[in-house]
């Protein structure tokens, strides 16, 4: 699990494709000091995971992180578009008993979007991101999202009625410098993952009240 608060920015140092996956290489420095083979890491808001050690040591010994990516994964999320250079969003798993600085999120992307519109402001900045229409029930204004894996709060969002579902976020400073938001532009895609509590909830209603999961009453005592 993680929180969506960014620790730091990585370099995308390699991608070396294979028929149906691919590995990724990143020089994460000091976010992966205590990373092992089998930990998770969050790229641009994908969860993946180290593997073992290459010829120059582990992730903890070289700064680099490597992971092997999947087909899916790589159609599935922005991942599939990284090149040698590309900056990217790093993010350690969340420590048990730590801070929930963000909200839960847990590094599996429900979908692809794309930045629509940049409007930069005095002090701040504003991206709307066109989302794919079957995440849209699970926005809503002042709720969070998770948008290349940063966590961020939703200051406006579509209309029901409309076919194409957009978002909008406002990026304070902070964000602008510490993520790979300051450099984005109009076009770029973005990772989305909705809240997962919405998610949970619309499954639990999917379901005819007759078939929802009763609670055993115990024994009774009238």
């Known amino acids: 699990m993680f929180t969506g608060i960014i620790e730091g920015l990585g370099t995308v140092v390699d991608v070396a494709r294979h028929e149906d996956s691919a590995v990724l290489t990143i020089d994460a420095g000091d976010v992966v000091a205590d990373l092992g083979p089998g930990g998770s890491l969050a790229v641009d808001g ?27 994964t790589l159609r599935l999320t922005g991942l599939g578009a990284l090149t040698p250079g590309d900056p990217v969003n790093l993010e350690r798993c969340t420590v048990a008993g730590g801070r929930l600085d963000g909200h839960v999120v847990q590094g599996h992307v429900d979908g692809l979007g794309e930045v629509i519109a940049r409007t930069d402001h005095a002090e701040w900045t504003t991206l709307r991101i066109g989302i794919p229409a079957r995440l849209a029930p699970f926005t809503a204004v002042k709720g969070s999202i998770a948008l290349n894996g940063v966590s961020l709060t939703l200051t406006a969002v579509s209309e029901p009625s409309l076919a194409e579902a957009w978002v909008e976020v406002g990026l304070i400073p902070a964000t602008l410098t510490h993520t790979t938001f300051g450099g ?28 929802a999961p009763t609670t055993d009453r115990g024994v009774d005592h009238d």
């Open 184 to 211: 984005i532009r109009t076009g770029d895609p973005v990772n989305v993952e909705v809240d997962v509590i919405a998610k949970y909830t619309a499954r639990l209603l999917s379901f005819a009240p007759a078939t």
């Open 46 to 72: 994908v969860c993946l995971t180290s593997i073992v050690e290459d010829e120059n040591g582990t992730a903890a010994e070289t700064g680099r992180f490597v992971a092997e990516v999947m087909g899916e």
